[in-house]
């Protein structure tokens, strides 16, 4: 049969499964919204095609799924990057749609004309510029099968206006033959050598990246660890992939990692990282970290592998049939030194929560509580309450962690957590954010507000840039430079003109009663928590020195 241009995007979208997209029209990509609108593909209309990029990442997360956002060209396109980057870095399949100019027009500098996929060469899998209308389905479904394939990542797709408007035949996909893994002889004897270095070792660890959630593989890592009675221990990005009241699992490492989880990992005789990339922000000296030890790493992505850290053995492939491979090799032990003497860490890091004082600590303390046993997402921006809610939250379940780890972009918080509640409705999305990072996408209150979505969005606010006034408390002599951010906004004045019900508070009684009723509203929620600028992120290593040399602040 023939179909537009256009039609055929819709007719690929329904193909892959695609239930919701994020988008902004513009000019160039109003033929696509003309066949959209009789279509069973919802879409979601932004404030901002930042928002959007963000909400299909969100969507992506906690689905599983591949999430898809559509702009026009030019400045419609530009507005997706910061989206596309975060996504990117942290592997997160989803696929930009974006209008292009008609290819008569093509460089010939039309107005809102823009080389998109050169811009975007370096932060998408794949991208794509579609000038044969006969060739558009092909390369949308092959989009798709980029995005979600091996390591996941975005995919563009710029389609001019006249691709859109002309009329070409159209088959529907037929069955596709679904890749499978297989493993080696080279490999084999890889995890044999693993298997026997994991039997012997006195101290082992296993760090467990977001590449154990994307490949859902959390429950064969969970047969690891029990079968060697190892201690685990989470990447910010892992968060989720173990079950964070397991009594194997130490909780997060890294730069703002807990001391007990860094010196579990500083004193290992074995590593075993799954799923990680070892960013310095997780190793800080890369020598240092890894002296004294042997590294056993699993990733799909053989590039990984040696990049960052020299692994002394390297095993790339599908995560679970490595696993699964390794734990068949390995007999049951007991660690009863090595548990000691973690015990011993932890109880000399134990802290009372002040029973007084509404601080970060207690504020993600108390939440942690109040939605134990519940079904919730919890959805982070970057900053300082990014770091005390990987702490101080309880993460048990995959895919009920959000935040832009690799990137850090202030602003992904809110649409975030706007894709993350279209994908899972029957789950409640918690979302935090700093004043500085809600005021870069805070609009998207509207999104939240015309679909009257249950959202809860906590403001942690010490009227600044926190993460920023922090580093320059530590490393710039307390020079506090651009990180205060007067004059003071009232958020709950700002959330009442999108029609969301917004309360400050200023003690614990407050936030308990804040929160409960935030809890049991089935509306958008805002609550602002007013703490002392004088709060730091702590422990916090040197991000050039070893894993356990903490900063005294």
Partial sequence: MKLSGAEIIVECLTEQGVDTVFGYPGGTILPFYDALKDSSVRHILTVHEQGAAHAADGYARASGRVGVCI????????NLVTGLAAAFMDSIPVV???????????????????????????????NFIVKDPTKLA?????????????????????????????????EQEGKTE????????????????AAKAIQKAKRPVIVVGGGVITASASEHIQALAEKVQAPVVSTLMGLGAFPASHSLFLGLT??????????????????????????????????????????????IDPAEIDKNVEAHIG???????????????????????WWAQINAWQQEEKQEVNDENLTPAWVFSHIAEQTAEKECIFVTDVGQHQMWAAQYLKIEKPRSWITSGGLGAMGFGLPAAMGAQFAQPAKRVVHFAG???????????????????????????NNGLGMIRQLQHVFFDKNYTSCVLPPFIDFTVFAAAFGVHAVTV??????????????????????????????????MAHPSGAINAFIDM
């Fill in 315 to 337: 095993l790339a492939g599908d995560l679970k049939m490595i696993v699964e491979l390794l734990n068949g090799r390995l007999t049951s032990g007991t660690l009863n030194e």
């Fill in 71 to 78: 702009a026009t060209s030019g400045p419609g396109a530009t």
């Fill in 138 to 170: 092909d390369t949308i479904r092959f989009a798709f099968r980029i995005a979600r394939s091996g390591r996941p990542g975005p995919v563009l797709i710029d389609i001019p206006r006249d691709v859109q408007t002309s009329q070409v035949e159209f």
């Fill in 506 to 539: 200023n003690s614990q009684a407050e936030l308990m009663q804040a929160f409960s009723a935030a809890m049991a509203s089935a509306a958008p929620e805002v609550i602002v928590v007013n703490i002392s600028e004088d709060e730091l992120v702590i422990p």
């Fill in 96 to 126: 930009a749609i974006t209008g292009q100019v008609p290819t008569t027009m093509i460089g010939r500098d039309t107005f809102q004309e823009i080389d998109i996929t050169g811009m975007t060469m370096a932060i998408t899998k794949h």
């Fill in 178 to 193: 679904k890749y499978s893994w297989a493993v080696a002889g080279e490999v084999l004897n890889k995890i044999e050598a």
């Fill in 435 to 461: 004043d500085g990072g809600f005021k870069m996408t805070g609009v998207e209150l509207y999104t939240i507000a015309v679909h009257k979505l249950p959202i809860i969005s906590v403001i942690i606010n």
């Fill in 254 to 299: 890294g730069m703002h990692g807990l001391k007990h989880a860094n010196n579990a990992v500083w004193e290992a005789d074995v590593m075993i990282a799954v799923g990680s990339r070892f960013s310095d922000r997780l190793t800080g000296d890369r020598a240092k970290y890894i002296e004294g030890k042997t590294v056993i790493h699993i990733d």
